[in-house]
């Protein structure tokens, strides 16, 4: 039991990633909150937990990372109800493509909006608790394009490495005070999940070709990588960035 009775919070955890990553915090003896802003999608994380025999261990919470008050209402929440936070995985995302002439305003302001402002609101409102513990694990949810950039990604991409900046930052700051804080991120590159799904299945095989171990990644690949971050396993690491893409970069 890799977590055992660590209080986990997991943003979108009904999504691809999130999913996998809730269930195997909860085989690991995890306590797991899950966010999402997406009722239905952890409706369906509650009945596969409980078809594993996990569900004691879950308790979900509809949310949306960019409302500041919510995520406050629902962190102190959380706290109240388990007594710690031990770790959190800002896993919520989104994406919204164009090439960059046609991007639209409430495009770069929707990405925006989730995954670079969601993992601050997350944050920010967890890490009152982890200072006051004194320790903690925070892993953000970057990719191989806040690194390299990708074709029609502006938005996205942006947000990725803002989330690198972020991750950096807190790694530093959180400690000040001797906290054993530790904030890393994860840069995965295709990964098989609603996100995905999206992209022609002629890109799909160019990565592949592309790729060193000749395919996508599954949202169990990522999980793994959450959990040796998220565990005491990684207890020396901080403030890095950590590939999970088959060698699709070298
Ligand atoms: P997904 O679309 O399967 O899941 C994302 C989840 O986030 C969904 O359940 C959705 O409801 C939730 N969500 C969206 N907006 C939200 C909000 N405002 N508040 C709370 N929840 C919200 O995506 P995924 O592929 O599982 O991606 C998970 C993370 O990994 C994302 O941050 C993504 O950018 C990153 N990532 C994914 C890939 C990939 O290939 N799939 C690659 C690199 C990075």
Redesign the pocket.
Known sequence: MRLKDKVCIV????????KATTLLFLEEGAKAAA????KE?LESLEKEATEKGLAEGLKTFI????NREEVKKVVDEIYKTFGSIDVLIN?????KDQLLLRMREEDWDFVIN??LK?VFNMTQAVAKYMLKQGKGSIVN?????GVYGNIGQTN?SAT?AGVIGMTKTWAKELTLRGAQIRVNAI?????R????EKLPQKIMEQVIERTPLKRI?E?ED?ARLYLFLASDESSFITGQVIGIDGGLVI
């Open positions: 943003t979108g955890a009904g999504g691809g990633i999130g966010c999402d802003i997406s999608a949310l949306d990372v960019t896993n919520a995302g989104v994406t989730v995954n969601g949810a970057s990719s191989l394009v996205y990725k840069a995965p590159g295709f990964i999940t609603p996100m995905t990644g949202p990522v």
